[in-house]
């Protein structure tokens, strides 16, 4: 009896040793319905008013990059077709037709003069060039504005009142920082910087009145918000960065006729709205993002005439091809002269 007591015993201490090694059982990270698929919303921004775009357009079966959606006169929406290096255009009644093509580079942004020519942002870039043209409405008349050896990327660009246009500059890295944003005179001659030494400049917009100048930083993460002392000048303490992105990356912008700003995010699948100071505000999210389609999300478009915004976007090797998909947001956009 003494032996099989000693055993229990015995037995009773080696388990509460190794139950004392153990510990309790430790809490671990669990998958919710806000952390699941590969573009969660980050925290500071699940709150925000958010709609549920709709599909408006198949540009393509294929995943062809899309970029540049901007309105004409005639209330069309042109948008770049990145992959077949051609402008397009789709008719109110959804008719679609080529502007232009370009042979060598990849269009990307697009702008109208208020003279009605329609000028390209475009670039190559595995080698690392880029060039801005202009061309008739029609796609006629092809006219380089800053050809390839002025050594830029332009990405994008936005006119002001008085007939100059701002560019982005997308050339550098996150760690080397060698675009900006540029300022080219309205006799077209003379190019200055207005906030260089930017990681991969990408977007960039006017408020309404013109004395606010918007560009996103892809390469960083970053918004930045100028106030303008003139067209190349920043005020002494006009210069901001307004917000700080997480994840893959502000991509182009559009500015509406109250002064709100609208950031397409490359990679995420939405938009974001941001008010005239910079704060965000809502979203507009692309159907099929939390399953990982739709998600090249490069740029939009806001009507100027309602309060309908256009977003252009592709869905890769997903299988759902190149889609514009339409929202309803808080106002008309501006003319498309700017």
Known sequence: MRVKVALVLAGMCISLGAHARQGPELPGLAYDAQTQGPVP???????????VAKPWFKASDEGRVLEGAIFDRSGNLLFCDVTGRRVLRV???KGLSTVATLEALSPGGLAFHKDGRLFIAALDLQKGVGAIVAVKPDGS?????????????????VFDAQGGFYFTDFRGTSTEPKGGVYY????????KPVLPHLAMANGVALSPDGKALWATEFGRNLLHRIELADATTITPIGSAIAYHFTGPAPDSMRVDADGNLYVAIYG????????????PIGQVLLPGRARGHNLQSTSLAVHPGRNDLYAVTSDGGGGQGATIFHAKVFAHGLSPSR
């Open 41 to 51: 919303i980050p925290p500071s921004e699940r709150a925000l008013q958010a709609v």
């Open 91 to 93: 008719t109110r009644d």
């Open 141 to 157: 008349g092809m006219q380089a504005i800053i050809p390839p050896e002025a050594g830029y990327m332009p990405n994008d660009l």
């Open 184 to 191: 080219v005179s309205p006799d077209l001659s003379t190019i």
């Open 268 to 279: 995420q699948g939405r938009v974001l709205a941001f008010n005239r100071n910079g704060i």
